[in-house]
């Protein structure tokens, strides 16, 4: 029996999920697979390249690959499981290893990955993998439901030039700015006026202050919402001033207007959170130096902490062709030219550590601390704390109107004590949906 799944979202009964089918034959003895994903035209260019690597490897099989605007991604997949034309290859969010495990969407890739000589445990990132693990109670353990597309570490970068030009240095990243330095480089950035000004600073990350705070959304055991501790409040204010006292960090109005990516590019803002993710286009249309620095801490604690992302490839587990669905992950996952396609182009730190070691770090391209987002994924990252839980939606409702303290409308403290018994009601329905 699988787990009926609310936090799924699907329509339609169970059999729906236990009966559909995917990766219809194409004739002429070859076989067609669907894949599904989305991303920026730099991605989609990146992947059509891996997959037509995957095809050269795998004559005979041919890939339809769809691509679905980030935004539609879930309402579309969950459309198509209803309507029994799941992909049979799609990208899968940490959050939803647990629910879709349980209502028997995706397959448990234990056994094919255990006898896969592309994936050897010793040379791709564990918390890449763990990211994938359910055992039916616990999130990070046991079976494996999903291969790493990549992990993401959230680093903190700078805009050399304009560094340079105010005197500042980097710090080492053995000895992280306090958030008092932090906020002295910004102010020392931050000038000018209106469409000239320049911003020593992007959106802080919250998970970053929160963290360093000895703060978390949760308690320990993930069964108690915590967001009215105030440590959460100090640091999720401290956040809002950035912006709200300091003027150091674009308004919500400003930010609208302009986002801070574009912003970065244009050489208006001196530090901003980015992903590997980001390189290819830095690379491309950044007209200054640009590097990593370490991310600042709390003097609460002095620990750094940030968070490290990732997507999977799941496999639907109502594919006709399994085989070749698994061979698709595996290939996008681990296969060495695949890996360094994705690395060249500046949209991903290689799955694979000897890799990542021996090239990815040896580059010429910038940053130059590419060591940076290793530290992240080695030390001092972590998983979002919504991809622990059953659901999600808890986490949801905290975002949904965090612009009111964004925009100086309710106070830090205001605004967690008005959602914080909403968020623990949709908390326990997520422990009680995956207990029965």
Known sequence: MFKRSAAVALVGAAALVLTGCTGEPAGSGDRTITFMGWGSPEEVAVFEDMIAQYEEAYPGVAVDYITVPAADFGTKLQTMIASRQTPDVFYLAPENVMPYADAGIIADLTAYVDDNELFDPANVWEKAIDMYRYDGTTPG????????????????????????????????????????????????????????????????????????????????????????????????????????????????????????????????????????????????????????MPWPVSPATGEQAIWYGGIGFAVSNTSKSPEDASNLAAFLAFNEDAQRTNMEQGQAVPNLIDMTREEYLTSDKAPANKEEFIRIIEDYGRRATQTYTYNSEWFGL?????ASVWKGEQTAAEYTASIEAEMQSLLDEGIAEQAG
Not at 275 to 292: M, T, V
């Open 398 to 402: 905290f975002s949904s109107n965090l």
């Open 141 to 292: 353990e046991g079976a494996i439901y999903g291969l790493p597309k990549d992990i993401g570490p959230f680093a903190l970068a700078y805009n050399k030039d304009l560094f340079d030009a105010a005197g500042i240095t980097a710090p080492a990243p053995d000895d992280p700015w306090t958030w008092d330095e932090f906020l002295a480089a910004a102010k020392t950035l931050t000038t000018g006026e209106g469409v000239d000004k320049v911003f020593g600073s992007a959106p802080y990350s919250v998970e970053s202050a929160v963290w360093s705070n000895g703060a978390d959304w949760l308690n320990d055991d993930r069964t108690q919402v915590t967001v009215t501790d105030p440590a959460f409040v100090e640091a999720l204010q401290w956040v809002a001033d950035l912006s709200l006292v300091e003027g150091v960090v674009p308004s919500q109005e400003e930010e609208g207007a302009l986002g801070s990516y574009q912003r970065f590019l244009e050489g208006k803002i001196g530090m901003m959170g980015v992903g590997p993710w980001n390189q290819g286009g830095f690379w491309k249309d950044a007209a200054f130096e640009w590097d990593l």
